[in-house]
């Protein structure tokens, strides 16, 4: 079915029809030669929610889109080779959903699209909660807003190396926004501001309206580097000026982990030397057990096994197995008080 053009976008393609040319032929000969059907399917698709609108680009963000269309297409990000589909249509339903940004904003798309695509590299449901949420919190209009909400919503489902910079940013937001967040339907103005200073205090603190929790809880990651992981034989961890790493004799990993999730990231810069501190608490592996500010707890019967190494620093323990390559963690949960 031929598509219906809009007569602004009309107006807009043969005006710049020269320069969109010369971006198409300038990408040609990168990654590998664009499809003409797919890249205008994919244009279309992106701009035409702002031309029925009423609205329109100026001529250089419209550049700017039809170069990225043809760069995320040739990278296999969207399109008809595109490896992620699922990525593909959450950004195409988002665009659609903020079209005062994508006529507005030239850094707009590679924002939503990395925030798309590192969410979905957690998870799929972590990139569609990322995405409900930030559709909840209505910022169409502010740039800047966008990009507060999106990276504090990134932490809240994930991506824990933000969590520092995402403490610091809570104080700008609305209450109404806080209780979407964080799934607090139902605080009260004062206990949202107990539950925040508990969040910035305790990493372990949980969110949303139900049951406080206590006990710990245990999370996993990484693994082999053939499997997609991280390292190249089995890491040891330690710890250092009160932070958790995690070394395979080749490189080494700091670990981000709180009540959200647990992530690894290489630092290159740091020697492999090793530390240690006033552990959160002791691994006992072949017992089954963790003992953490003096209570006995079982392991899940994933994180149990031969004790390779072990360190902790605050509320935080983590260990490796002589017969595993991942990453096991344990902190303890208290609740929303």
């Known amino acids: 079915m031929e598509r219906v053009i809009p007569e602004g976008m009309r107006e807009s393609l043969e005006r710049n029809r020269s320069s969109l040319n010369s971006i198409f032929e300038y990408n040609r000969p990168a990654n590998r030669e664009p499809d003409y059907d797919d890249i205008f399917s994919l244009f279309y698709r992106m701009i035409i929610p702002v031309y029925e609108e009423g609205s329109?680009?100026?001529?250089?963000?419209?550049?700017?889109?039809?170069?990225?269309?043809?760069?995320?297409?040739?990278k296999g990000y969207i399109g008809k080779d595109g490896r992620f589909r699922a990525v593909e249509e959450k950004f195409f339903l988002m665009l659609?959903?903020?079209?005062?940004?994508?006529?507005?904003?030239?850094?707009?798309?590679?924002?939503?699209?990395?925030?798309?695509?590192?969410l979905y590299s957690k998870s799929k449901d972590a990139m569609d909660n990322?995405?409900?949420?930030?559709?909840?919190?209505?910022?169409?209009?502010?740039?800047?807003?966008?990009?507060?909400?999106?990276?504090?919503?990134?932490?809240?489902?994930?991506?824990?190396?933000?969590?520092?910079e995402a403490l610091e940013m809570l104080h700008s937001l609305k209450n109404d926004d806080i209780r979407i967040i964080f799934d607090l339907e139902n605080m009260t103005q004062p206990d949202i501001?107990?539950?925040?200073l508990s969040l910035k205090n305790d990493p372990w603190v949980s969110c949303g309206d139900a049951?406080?929790?206590?006990?710990?809880?245990?999370?996993?990651?990484?693994g082999f580097a053939g499997y997609g992981g991280h390292f190249k034989s089995i890491p040891d961890v330690f710890s250092s000026d009160g932070?958790?790493?995690?070394?395979?004799?080749?490189?080494?990993?700091?670990?981000?982990?709180?009540?959200?999730g647990v992530e690894l990231v290489h630092e290159p810069d740091i020697s492999p030397g090793r530390g240690s501190g006033n552990g959160a608490g002791t691994v006992y592996g072949m017992t089954g057990k963790i003992v953490i500010a003096g209570?006995?707890?079982?392991?899940?019967?994933?994180?149990?096994?031969?004790?390779?190494?072990?360190?902790?620093?605050?509320?935080?323990?983590?260990?490796?197995?002589q017969s595993s390559y991942k990453i096991f963690i344990a902190g303890i949960r208290t609740g929303n008080g």
């Open 130 to 164: 990322w995405s409900a949420k930030m559709i909840l919190l209505r910022s169409n209009k502010d740039f800047d807003v966008f990009r507060r909400n999106g990276f504090i919503l990134a932490w809240r489902y994930g991506i824990t190396r933000y969590r520092m």
């Open 243 to 260: 932070e958790l790493f995690a070394a395979d004799g080749t490189d080494i990993y700091r670990i981000f982990a709180d009540s959200f």
């Open 56 to 74: 329109g680009f100026t001529d250089d963000l419209l550049c700017g889109l039809f170069d990225t269309v043809l760069k995320l297409s040739g």
């Open 193 to 196: 501001e107990r539950f925040l």
């Open 295 to 321: 209570k006995s707890y079982q392991l899940p019967g994933f994180s149990a096994g031969s004790i390779r190494s072990s360190a902790s620093v605050s509320h935080t323990s983590a260990w490796t197995l």
């Open 96 to 118: 659609r959903l903020f079209p005062g940004l994508l006529a507005s904003e030239k850094n707009f798309i590679s924002a939503l699209y990395n925030g798309l695509f590192n």
């Open 211 to 222: 049951e406080e929790k206590s006990g710990p809880v245990f999370l996993f990651a990484d």
